[in-house]
């Protein structure tokens, strides 16, 4: 999935407004953008809005953002919402892969209690909002097989630093969010599941979304979370891959095929050996194809 947008849960305009959006995936919000007083409608609502919207023909993945494991809201988040069958959800203030099980534990109870197919629920977590759970970041891998994805975020972690800003006069993170952005591609990558790149909080700012999308897919990410509608488009344009690539990596997956004893081949004037290959599966395996 390239693009997912945040929805907020207390609000039906906005979660409609997100299925027409082309978004690949909605997070349903409960957590952050959704006052203290309105989490009792949010869930309420965001259960109705995945009962209906989960039914359309064609349709956005459907996760929903539950509060924080430590809040003591998560139980009642996640009895309110798993009846309406959620594709998955995302886990906010992270600390690691115990957390991933003990939500995988919670939903593995609530999936039996609905008739709902053990492990069908995935989690993506945001694996970056406090100091500790940095050092977390390395316990994601084999921690679930409902983990599809980890992201991160700057906000929460700059409010638990007590950092005055966390990105620069130019619009770029600053350091210490850029080693957290750095660790999340990496432990993503090392626990074989999707990486995805943070929100851009300033929506207006079209020419500076698209230049921290080119960066994420660059080294690697493979989407980007939307705040704004106007955002979506931009990801999934960054995120597709262009078709000269994409026949290239065809190309690069044929050329080995045909030569099954060479380590090493030759293509278009460059040399090309193992990890072309693996960097030319991996793009046509995101595209669902076999080449
Ligand atoms: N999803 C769906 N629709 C959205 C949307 C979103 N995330 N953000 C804005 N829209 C809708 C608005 O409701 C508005 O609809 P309308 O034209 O029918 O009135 C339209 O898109 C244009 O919105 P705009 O006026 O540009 O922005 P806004 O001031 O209404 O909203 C925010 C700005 C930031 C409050 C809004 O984008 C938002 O709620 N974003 C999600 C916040 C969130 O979930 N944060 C948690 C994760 S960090
Ligand atoms: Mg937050």
């Given at each position: 999935m390239r693009s997912q947008l945040f929805v907020p849960g207390d609000s039906e305009k906005k979660m409609?407004?997100?299925?027409?959006?082309?978004?690949?995936c909605l997070f349903i919000d409960l957590e952050d953008s959704v006052a203290a007083a309105n989490k009792e409608t949010a869930r309420r609502l965001a259960c109705e809005f995945l009962a209906s919207a989960r039914n359309r023909e064609k349709r956005p993945l459907l996760y929903v953002r539950v509060n924080a494991l430590d809040t003591g809201l998560t139980d009642r988040d996640l009895d309110m919402v798993v009846p309406g069958r959620p594709d998955g959800i995302?886990?906010?203030?992270?600390?690691?892969?115990?957390?991933?099980?003990?939500?995988?534990?919670?939903?593995?109870?609530?999936?039996?209690?609905?008739?709902?197919?053990?492990g069908i629920t995935?989690?993506?977590?945001?694996?970056?909002?406090t100091a500790s759970a940095i050092f977390g970041l390395s316990s994601y891998r084999g921690a679930s097989r409902r983990l599809t994805a980890l992201t991160w975020g700057a906000e929460d972690l700059s409010a638990d630093l007590g950092a005055e800003t966390n990105r620069l006069e130019d619009g770029t993170h600053a350091p210490v969010y850029v080693l957290a952005r750095n660790l999340t591609l990496l432990a993503a990558v090392s626990a074989g599941v999707q990486p995805i790149d943070t929100v851009y909080p300033n929506f207006r700012d079209e020419a500076g979304f698209?230049?921290?999308?080119?960066?994420?897919?660059?080294?690697g990410f493979t989407g980007k979370m939307a705040i704004h509608p106007?955002?979506?488009?931009?990801?999934?344009?960054?995120?597709?891959?262009?078709?000269?690539?994409i026949e290239?990596?065809?190309?690069?997956v044929k050329a080995?095929?045909?030569?099954?004893?060479?380590?090493?081949?030759?293509?278009?004037?460059?040399?090309?050996?193992?990890?072309?290959?693996?960097?030319?599966?991996?793009?046509l395996a995101r595209l669902g194809s076999t080449g």
């Amino acid at each position: 999935m390239r693009s997912q947008l945040f929805v907020p849960g207390d609000s039906e305009k906005k979660m409609n407004k997100g299925l027409e959006s082309g978004a690949d995936c909605l997070f349903i919000d409960l957590e952050d953008s959704v006052a203290a007083a309105n989490k009792e409608t949010a869930r309420r609502l965001a259960c109705e809005f995945l009962a209906s919207a989960r039914n359309r023909e064609k349709r956005p993945l459907l996760y929903v953002r539950v509060n924080a494991l430590d809040t003591g809201l998560t139980d009642r988040d996640l009895d309110m919402v798993v009846p309406g069958r959620p594709d998955g959800i995302l886990l906010p203030k992270s600390q690691g892969g115990v957390d991933v099980q003990h939500l995988a534990a919670k939903l593995a109870v609530r999936e039996a209690e609905n008739d709902i197919a053990d492990g069908i629920t995935k989690i993506c977590c945001v694996a970056t909002e406090t100091a500790s759970a940095i050092f977390g970041l390395s316990s994601y891998r084999g921690a679930s097989r409902r983990l599809t994805a980890l992201t991160w975020g700057a906000e929460d972690l700059s409010a638990d630093l007590g950092a005055e800003t966390n990105r620069l006069e130019d619009g770029t993170h600053a350091p210490v969010y850029v080693l957290a952005r750095n660790l999340t591609l990496l432990a993503a990558v090392s626990a074989g599941v999707q990486p995805i790149d943070t929100v851009y909080p300033n929506f207006r700012d079209e020419a500076g979304f698209r230049r921290e999308c080119m960066e994420a897919r660059r080294d690697g990410f493979t989407g980007k979370m939307a705040i704004h509608p106007a955002q979506v488009p931009i990801i999934n344009e960054v995120f597709t891959p262009p078709a000269a690539e994409i026949e290239r990596a065809r190309r690069i997956v044929k050329a080995f095929a045909d030569n099954p004893t060479a380590g090493v081949i030759g293509l278009d004037g460059e040399m090309l050996d193992k990890p072309h290959l693996e960097r030319a599966r991996k793009l046509l395996a995101r595209l669902g194809s076999t080449g």
